[in-house]
C-alpha cells in the first residue's frame, strides 16, 4: 500500500488542489505558542515537543491501528494518504523561483537580489553568491520538501513522515530559541541517512567521480547539515557552471532540476523494485 500512496500523492501534488487545503499549519503553530507563552512549559523545550509533537504521533498510530483491522486495512489508505501529504514541504518550489529566472534571465541584478530576498529568504553580497544561494535553496527545499518525507513515510510509514514535518514547524516556527534548538537536533538526525541516499541517488544520475570525492569526506561526517552536503554534493553531480548573472544562471537552475527528477525517478523505481521482492 505504501508504494500505491506515494503514486497517489503525486497524481495530488500535480492535478489536485488538495495540498492547499490539507497543509493548515495555524491550529498546531497556535498551541506552539501558547505553550511558549506559559511560564510552565517555556522552561520545558522538551516537554513542549512531547506535548505537540510525541501526542500526535502515539494518537495517528493508535488510529491507524484501529482503522487497519477494518476492511482489510484499506481504509486506511485515504489517512495515510492524507498525512504523507500534509508531511510534504509547504509552498510551491517553481513558483518561488519563478520571479528570480526572469530577473536572472533579463541580467537584472538589483531585481533579482531583491526577489531572492523577498521569496527565498537568500542574501548576498555579488551576484555569484546570491546564484549559489538559490541553488542550495532548491536543493535543499527538493530534499526536505519531497525526498526526506517519502524515504520516512515508504520505511517506517506516516508517523515517521508526520514526525518529520512537525520537527520542521517546530525548528523554523518556535520563538523559543531552546525549543527550536532541540527540534532542529532532532531533525538533523532525521535528515542524516535520506540526505545521503540522495546523495548516491545524484551519484548514479550525474557525475559519479565528482561525487565520490565529495561524498569520500563528508559520508560520516555528523556535524555537516544537510542542506551544506545536499547543496555540495548536487552542484558538483550536475555540473553546474560557475554562477554568473544572465542565462547560464537560469540554465544552472534547469540542470539542478533536471538533476533531482532523474533522482526521484530512481527512487521511484527502487521503491518499486523493494515492493515487488518483499
Request: aromatic fraction near 10%; include cysteine.
Amino acid at each position: 500500500m505504501s508504494f500505491l500512496v506515494l503514486l497517489l500523492a503525486v497524481w495530488v501534488e500535480k492535478f489536485s488542489a488538495l495540498r492547499q487545503r490539507v497543509q493548515r499549519d495555524g491550529p498546531w503553530l497556535s498551541e506552539l505558542h501558547k505553550f511558549e507563552a506559559r511560564p510552565k512549559t517555556a522552561r520545558r523545550p522538551w516537554l513542549i515537543l512531547a506535548l505537540l509533537i510525541l501526542l500526535p504521533l502515539v494518537l495517528l498510530q493508535l488510529a491507524l491501528t484501529v482503522i487497519g483491522s477494518v476492511a482489510y486495512g484499506w481504509l486506511a489508505l485515504p489517512v495515510h494518504l492524507l498525512v504523507l501529504i500534509y508531511s510534504l514541504g509547504r509552498g510551491d518550489l517553481l513558483a518561488a523561483l519563478g520571479p528570480f529566472r526572469d530577473a536572472c534571465r533579463r541580467g537584472d541584478a538589483q531585481a533579482a537580489v531583491h526577489v531572492a530576498e523577498r521569496d527565498m529568504g537568500v542574501l548576498a553580497d555579488n551576484s555569484e553568491q546570491l546564484l549559489h544561494g538559490v541553488q542550495g535553496y532548491l536543493l535543499w527545499q527538493a530534499y526536505q520538501s519531497f525526498f526526506a518525507v517519502i524515504f520516512w513515510y515508504f520505511l517506517l510509514g506516516p508517523v515517521a513522515a508526520l514526525a518529520y514535518r512537525l520537527l520542521a514547524l517546530a525548528a523554523e516556527h518556535s520563538s523559543t530559541p531552546a525549543v527550536a534548538e532541540r527540534a532542529a537536533q532532532l531533525r538533523h538526525a532525521f535528515d542524516w541517512v535520506p540526505v545521503r541516499l540522495l546523495a548516491a541517488s545524484f551519484a548514479l544520475v550525474g557525475n559519479f567521480v565528482a561525487v565520490s570525492r565529495v561524498m569520500l569526506h563528508e559520508l560520516l561526517n555528523w556535524n555537516i547539515s544537510a542542506a551544506q552536503l545536499i547543496t555540495r554534493i548536487g552542484c558538483v553531480a550536475s555540473e553546474v557552471p560557475k554562477p554568473v548573472m544572465g542565462a547560464e544562471g537560469v540554465t544552472g537552475l534547469d540542470m539542478l532540476w533536471e538533476l533531482l527528477i532523474r533522482a526521484a525517478i530512481v527512487w521511484y523505481a527502487g521503491f518499486a523494485l523493494w515492493t515487488l521482492l518483499v
